[in-house]
């Protein structure tokens, strides 16, 4: 869409922040306008404080513990140091804080012997120690996203969303005699119920942007068979409604138009079909076959997740807990868990150091994406979130759930000082810092798992 500059940013009637732009079968969200806000609230304040943007809350997981030599960072002055692995978020260092001597103890053993990988992802969230078996009675408890969203999620078209980039069976044993159900899940909406990751990007896409209405399954898939953009099917009710509004909402409005069209876009080319005709095989799901474009679309899905304002809580498992991918894009062709398992051997340590470091320009990139999208007047979606990466295993070697890589980006509008290195008493609870981040958005959880409190440090 193209505007002419010589309309003013004039007043114009306010909208509902709900407001959705609706057409045969398809209904998409709206990035927060100056329009959704009165000139004034009820109690006389400005429309800069009535246009205080929300807070959002993201957990990113990664697998299998660490090169811990090349992760763990130390303080540098006021800052933090930038480790081997950590390098690719050096541009990012004011935005991101290093949190040291966190520790989620309810992912170690406490008698159960072996299996610390499903430990790590079921406790990484939930702070709760699982209960060992390879049946139906899974239990561990509710987790810090799910928590948050039974209240927080009630002004939000989705009260969460759950990603990751692989699938994973719940039944059976996948780890020392733990269900899989432990391994592939980080997010609970009960003790026993995991919420189902979406790793489908065209599946997340239409839950997050597709039709509201119960009729809508079948056009949806007719409009995806014949390859028109989601956008299409609003076009007319999109340029209604720019024509009532103000120059910067129009810029926010386009601004958003073309992402949400280049993800549709990606996703389509990264799952259109390849003629099988004469082979013997079975149609791939609908996934990118390059994991790297795999992570960023989900990534990019995230963004526009909170940029409309579909979502404000997110976790993403980069993979399931335990898993065997290879990475041959950075010359890794052994599985990522055999690694792990180095045993002090220089060439393992490098190849998973290596891995570490490639998650990391990962996350590298989703800060970029959230820093470069505006969010309320003057502001950007990173300040108004709080995004934790990190893992419930530090050496993977090791399988030590103490001293954790734990990092911590955004300002959670204005709840968090980014930037800093923090060295907290050895095993501070991990589960302390996600009763501060629920604070930052009003939700006063008084405790999860060993909790004993917040952590004002971070303030």
Known sequence: MNYSSDFSNRAHRNFDRRLLLRGAGAAIALPLLNAMTP?????????????????????????????????????EGDTWKVSSSLEPLTKHRSDVSVLRGLAQINASALGDGPGDHARSAAAFLTGAHPLKTAGNRIRVGQSIDQVVAETYGAQTRLSSIELGTEDGRSAGSCDSGYACAYSNNISWRSASQPMGKEIDPRRAFERLFGSTNSGASDETARRLAMRKSVLDSVRDSAQKLTNRLGRDDRQKIDEYFNSLREVEQRIERSSSPISLEGLDVAVPAGKPEDITEHIRLMYDLMVLAFQTDATRVASFMLSNEGSGRSFRMIDVKEGHHQLSHHQEKADSMEKVARIDRYYCEQFAYFIDRLKNTRDGENGNLLDNSLVVYGGAISDGNKHNHYDLPILLAGRGGGAHASGRFHQFEKDTPLNNLYLTMAQSCGVDIKELGDSTGTLPALA
């Open 39 to 75: 000139a004034h609230s009820a109690f006389g304040a400005t429309a800069s404080a009535a246009a205080k943007s929300p807070v959002r809350l993201a957990w990113i997981f990664f697998p299998n513990g660490t090169n811990a030599r090349e992760w763990l960072t130390e303080a």
